[in-house]
């Protein structure tokens, strides 16, 4: 019984650091940036769920295999739910990192808060608003675009940038629905 106090208490000091991390990342930088508050609390839930299932794993005889079945398992959920943007998928994926960090036995604590805190330094500064202040990303639904702008990516970039009275400085166009003459694309532009 006096055995498994340590080991509670290590899982329990693990726990603290995965929360207070998560925490930070979900609610401190993402949450107050893009403001989100259905994929925050998705996020922050599927790091705990993430915690407990990797926390019971790391105690018991695990191969390399599981553990690539299990991250297998964890991408079909993106099949089944409804598409997030590249920023959400990338504060998504942290949610999880932070909890394999904080929960695989073994490495010292000690490492487990440097890597952790290390991990938010960088998003805080990669995804810092003073960063890229003025660039935007927006995807749009278009009609009648003129298919000769389509082999004209310099005349397209000067149609858009008229049409939406922005800067555009970049677009890929997602599809093209010729019956109905609509155009989904995704654009970047400079806010003025």
Known sequence: MMAVL???ADLGLRFGINVA????L??????RRHGDRIL??????????AFAVLGKLSSV????AAGFGLFAILALFSLRS??????EIAYFFGAIAIAVICSIGGSPIVNVVAISCMVLFGVW????????????AVTVTLDNIDPQLLSN???????????LGVRVTGFEIISMNYVNDLAIVSLTYQKS
């Not at 409804?82 to 920023?87: A, L, M, N, T």
Request: no cysteine.
């Open 6 to 8: 340590p080991e509670l």
């Open 40 to 49: 925050a609390s998705t996020a922050a839930m599927f790091n705990i769920f």
């Open 153 to 163: 990516p310099g005349a397209m970039l000067i149609t858009l940038s008229n049409r």
């Open 125 to 136: 500064i990669v995804d810092h608003p003073a960063l890229m202040s003025g660039s935007r």
């Open 82 to 87: 409804e598409q997030i943007g590249r920023i």
């Open 21 to 24: 991390a998560m925490s930070i």
């Open 61 to 64: 005889e695990f191969s390399l």
């Open 26 to 31: 979900i609610f401190g930088f993402y949450y």
